[in-house]
């Protein structure tokens, strides 16, 4: 741990901004987030016919529900379920809905205030733990995460590069942390991202937690060896900087970017629905309201637009796109925008089916795996698909722990299990790679 511990310098340059960020969250009525919340609900929907699917719909686009699986409106199928976060004031109509027409339903979370604030998954006792080295456990906010990446570019300036794409909206830097030994001239390469949706804050704790065990197992472990040895790894562990940002000052349910935009009051654009793949058609919104808004055109958010040059760029030796989500347990590929299978699907299935297994061993979770688009719901514009389209062989994303118990407010205990055993799917789906596919 010695080696990643941050100096007391560090640490105590941390104060002040720890300081600053219960100052936010806590604005005199020690409720977090200005107790926004209060009375709130969240609800899994579970139709089982097409008339009662279709009620739902009209019902939650009146009573304006937010989405915890946008994508995912009401389909009748096994497996596939649709939580919703209603605001106190509609969820009395909600329920007296579902009462009335019999349609299935089971609250998930009764009082999302609540939930939020004895949940863990908010930051408590800080100053305690940012005393005691870095706390991979808990969730960094992301000036914490900044530093930590300025930190490691100093400290471990021999297996890590930290360098900017460019910058978001609001003008904060897009940082990207290349892992690797600079051991020949031509090496392959993995991307990563984290956070691509502001709320999914297990995303980017995890793109920590990578990047924490490589540099703490290279030397011991012999696949995190070979792997920093044949490959490089682009990791970035915050895509919607903006949107991260505005999830810890403001609304922790946010998953959208920050632009804004000409015509409506609404800002943010869905940072997954906004890359040039068959852009903006099933399962994205025209609507600057909703939150699968897919953008007045593709790549108009400068994020995204990043990213894509990036990968544009570096396409011939990046060999891999991982990007990181939350809750479904899912390992998905290719299409999110139709139903077919890929060129190649077997290789890629059995490099699924593999990390599966992987994950499952160490605590017993299972993951379902297949092609986003039946294994989820279809979605156009994702990066994705784009990445596979624009020749990235091995294109998957990861949705991480739970199934919706929790759902965005995974509590921090967690964070560990959750990121151990994601660690060996990468691992594996990473040593795939490097063998000739069968
Ligand atoms: C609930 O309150 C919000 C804002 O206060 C309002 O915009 C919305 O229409 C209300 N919804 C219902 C169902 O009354
Ligand atoms: C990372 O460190 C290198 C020097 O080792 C420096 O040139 C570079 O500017 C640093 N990156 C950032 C983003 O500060
Ligand atoms: C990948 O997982 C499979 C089990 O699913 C296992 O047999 C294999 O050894 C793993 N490979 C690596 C490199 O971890
Ligand atoms: C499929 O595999 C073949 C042979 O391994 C390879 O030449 C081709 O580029 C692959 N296609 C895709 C889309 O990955
Ligand atoms: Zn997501």
């Given at each position: 741990m010695k080696l990643l511990g941050k100096p007391r310098s560090r640490t105590a340059a941390l104060l002040p901004l720890c300081l600053l960020f219960l100052k936010i969250l806590q604005p005199?009525?020690?409720?977090?987030?200005?107790?926004?919340?209060?009375?709130d609900k969240v609800i899994r929907l579970i139709p089982n016919t097409e008339e009662e699917a279709y009620a739902l719909k009209k019902i939650c686009h009146k009573l304006k529900v937010d989405l915890w699986q946008p994508g995912s409106i009401f389909y009748v199928s096994e497996g596939t379920v649709t939580d919703v976060h209603i605001p106190h004031n509609g969820s009395q109509a909600l329920l007296a809905f579902l009462q009335e027409t019999n349609i299935q339903y089971k609250i998930l979370i009764e009082d999302l205030q609540k939930a939020l604030e004895e949940g863990s998954s908010l930051p408590t006792q800080r100053s305690r733990r940012s005393l005691s080295g870095y706390n991979y456990e808990v969730y960094h906010s992301l000036e914490e995460i900044q530093h930590w990446m300025h930190h490691l570019n100093k400290t471990h300036s021999g297996l890590i590069h930290m360098f900017s794409i460019g910058n978001s909206y609001e003008g904060r830097s897009l940082f990207v942390l290349k892992l690797g030994r600079r051991s020949r001239a031509y090496k392959r390469a993995v991307w990563i991202d984290c956070g691509i949706h502001a709320r999914e804050w297990i995303g980017p704790a995890f793109c920590q937690w990578f990047v924490k065990e490589a540099l703490l197992t290279y030397k011991s472990d012999p696949t995190m060896r070979k792997m920093l040895t044949h490959l490089y790894f682009y990791i970035m562990p915050v895509f919607n900087v903006d949107g991260y940002h505005f999830s810890w000052t403001n609304d922790r349910f946010w998953r959208k970017t920050r632009s804004r935009n000409s015509r409506f009051r609404c800002r943010g654009v869905d940072a997954n629905r906004n890359w040039r793949v068959k852009w903006c058609e099933e399962g994205a919104s025209t609507y600057p309201c909703d939150d699968t808004y897919c953008g007045p055109f593709p790549e108009s958010e400068p994020e995204v637009k990043a990213v894509a040059n990036f990968l544009r760029k570096h396409r011939k030796h990046i060999r891999a796109y991982l990007s990181f989500h939350a809750y479904a347990q899912m390992l998905l590929y290719p299409y999110s925008y139709k139903y077919a299978t890929i060129p190649n699907f077997s290789c890629v299935e059995s490099a699924a089916y593999k990390a599966v297994n992987a994950l499952r061993s160490v605590h017993g979770v299972q993951y379902r795996y297949g092609p986003a688009s039946s294994t989820l719901y279809v979605s156009s514009g994702s990066s994705m698909d784009w990445a596979y389209k624009n020749g990235i062989p091995y294109t998957f994303a990861f949705e991480l722990r739970?199934?919706?118990?929790?759902?965005?407010?995974?509590?921090?205990?967690l964070i560990k299990p959750t990121c151990t055993e994601t660690m060996l799917a990468v691992k594996n789906i990473t040593m795939h790679l490097l063998k000739k596919c069968p």
């Open positions: 005199g009525h020690g409720h977090l987030y200005s107790n926004r919340y209060a009375g739970d199934t919706g118990h929790f759902g965005f407010l995974l509590p921090e205990m």
